[in-house]
């Protein structure tokens, strides 16, 4: 059964002093992968009221694996577009192909943007178009 709100059925656990901090901020985390993303302000209300603001970082630094902490516009901005890989063959148990498959890809056809890959995106003197430097 879908929750319908969440954070109602959030908060007893958070507030909850039986429940150590780590398994609070895996609820928050929870949450934040559920909503995909949450506001800036929310999640510092939670992060504070749950007195775990020595372990905040664990929470924010998930923005460093591409999960959405905050969600906004912005963050959608940098969202790269996935390869279609229907056609391609797979094993039978695989559901998904990992986004650094699609960066590794591009990097060899010298595809990366200049913006979110500085130092990847120029071709060096040498480049004869062969393959990967």
């Known amino acids: 059964q879908k929750v319908k709100d969440s954070m109602r059925v959030l908060l007893p656990v958070l507030l909850n002093k039986n429940h150590e901090s780590y398994d609070?901020?895996?609820?928050?985390?929870?949450?934040?992968?559920?909503t995909n993303g949450t506001t800036q302000e929310n999640l510092d209300k939670l992060i504070q009221n749950v007195q775990i603001e020595s372990d905040s970082d664990m929470i924010r630094n998930w923005k460093y694996l591409d999960v959405p902490v905050i969600s906004s516009s912005a963050a959608q901005q940098h969202k790269h577009p996935r390869r279609d890989r229907s056609s391609e063959e797979t094993f039978q148990l695989s559901r998904w192909t990992p986004v650094i498959k699609d960066v590794m890809e591009d990097a060899i056809e010298n595809k990366l943007h200049s913006k979110d890959w500085p130092y990847c995106s120029q071709c060096p003197p040498t480049w004869n178009g062969s393959g990967a430097v």
């Open 24 to 34: 609070k901020i895996r609820a928050i985390l929870l949450y934040i992968f559920s």
